[in-house]
């Protein structure tokens, strides 16, 4: 609801161009699918993630996945559904889940654009830095419990394991 005496902006334009300037000085190879979905291609330490924004301009709201370039077996989702819980256990930002169709575990998050004035650099910026950050953190829990036979609690715990010193 908007109070009567509030009068409403101008729109702030399609925050896909600024996801675009944004991957462009990355030299990330992308694909400008329609004016509300850009799908982008970036390497990482594990894999090569798939990053996909979609623009809904009626909910003022960008949605966002970083999927990985890995596919889970049918017979190990039930072991990666209970990762997935425990992961999004310690997430601030955004979540984790599983494409249903592909197989493919992805951290997803939407942002509400709606008053406030535009989209920056900063902002794509951090929101990809975040997913590229969590994704790398736990692609080694997804890879014990997918190939290694882990627990999901033995995998993230083994994958959360901070070394201290140099080999």
Known sequence: MTHPALHEEEPAGNPLDVVEQFVTANDWPFDRRNDEELAVEIPGRWCDYSLYFAWRE???????????????????????????????????????????????????????????????????????????????????????VIWGGKSATDAIAASLLDTVGEA
């Not at 599983?98 to 910026?125: C, K, N, Y």
Request: charged share 20%; with cysteine.
């Open 58 to 144: 009626d909910l003022g709201a960008m949605h966002f996945t970083c999927a990985f370039d890995v596919k889970v077996p049918t017979n190990k989702r039930p072991s990666i559904h209970e990762l997935l819980a425990l992961i999004n256990e310690k997430l601030w930002l955004g979540h984790f889940g599983l494409w249903h169709d592909e197989g493919v575990p992805m951290f997803r998050h939407a942002v509400l654009l709606r008053g406030i004035g535009g989209t920056s650099v900063e902002q794509i910026e951090d929101l990809v830095d975040i997913a590229i950050t969590e994704c790398e953190r736990f692609y080694p829990a997804f890879q014990f």
